[in-house]
């Protein structure tokens, strides 16, 4: 039975020949095959890591100016970008924790949309995600689903996890709980205004766009109509949907205003039921283009040609509209140019949020690229 000898003992002699031997032995038949023994390299030291200080020494400013400029704050668009090119050159990485700390901000931005289904949100969010991500801020991308109760729970989620502030496409603007939530949290609503005070808003000129798509449909010749719109049976003051009707007694239309979800399927179950009906309306007006597609998948289901003889109207510039057959061509906004200067505002309220609160601004336009589109010829037999 083997016996375990204390560590140090000498082994007898035979054991230390015989090891001697086979390391011997080894070694001999490794070099005879050509094989090299490893070599023990040294372990390769990191660099040093830059920091800010080196940062504001390679561009002559103060580190205080440097912080700001990464920020996208307090500073001017050519410093930032001095700056941000210096970083990356010397490949300064900012330490998020330390910043957090001591600023008491994460450096995330909420971005809460009402559907996620709606194609014209999804370009939303990464317009603003880009634009987030350029000034070193990163978008916490939420969807509600379509849900106005799941929205203002996950925007109270959002500010639990400490985000900055809040960008929410709101699908009941009225509820009051937004400016109870506004008072702990920068918002900044798309689409409708909300009550109370915000951080900023961006709302589009949607009595404009409804006034456009009507007039047009009436030129057109259509006196019945169907609006299909995202709107909710459980919020339905949404001041879009009540300029419907009373632009529609002015014209002398015969409107119909049907809640449709922005998803395919659902969208084309819903116009399929409205088009199936023996007094069908001659042409649907579709608050996004995302309802249109649904629209047109529907009116294909059914032997409808388009615009033959039902016509459609959208209200997005969604590129895939132009790849409809027949094409959902765009037409002008109700502002013309104003389009592009909504656009490049869109994202100033969200930036004002990550600095100290700021009197509610209120941004007015079509809205960032919001536009009608239209797949019609005049109706036929009277429309």
Known sequence: MATHRPLGTELPLGWRHGVASWHT??????????????????????????????????TGLSPAAVSYAL????????????????????????????????????????????????????????????????????????????????????AHQLRDQRVDGLIVQPLDPSDERWSQLAESLPVVSIGDALPGEAAGEVVFDNRAGVTLALEHLHDLGHRRIGVLTPTQPSTPDRPADIHVTAEAERLGLDVSIISSPPALAAATEVAREVLSKADRPTALFCFADSIAYGAYAAARELGLRIP????????????????????????????????????????????????????????????????????????????
């Open 25 to 58: 032995a080894a070694a001999t038949t490794w070099l005879a095959k050509g094989w090299q023994f490893p070599r023990l390299e040294k372990v390769p030291q990191q660099p040093k890591r830059a920091t800010i200080r080196d940062v504001a020494e390679a």
């Open 71 to 154: 920020r996208g704050i307090q500073t001017s668009e050519e410093t930032q970008e001095r700056v941000r090119r210096a970083a990356a050159e010397l490949g300064y990485k900012v330490d998020r924790i330390a910043r957090a700390l001591a600023s008491g901000r994460t450096g995330t931005v909420g971005l809460l949309f009402g559907s996620l289904e709606d194609l014209w949100q999804q370009l939303l969010g990464v317009g603003i995600g880009s634009a987030l991500l350029a000034r070193d801020h990163y978008a916490l991308l939420v969807d509600a689903a379509g849900d106005p109760e799941r929205e203002l729970l996950l």
């Open 308 to 383: 033959d003889e039902v016509s459609v109207s959208g209200y997005d510039d969604h590129p895939m509209s132009a790849l409809l057959t027949p094409a959902l061509k765009a037409l002008p906004p109700p502002h013309g140019p104003a389009a592009a200067p909504a656009r490049a505002r869109l994202h100033r309220p969200a930036r004002r949020t990550l600095a100290a609160r700021p009197e509610p601004e209120r941004l007015r336009g079509p809205g960032p690229g919001r536009c009608l589109r239209s797949g019609n010829e005049p109706a036929r037999g009277g429309g």
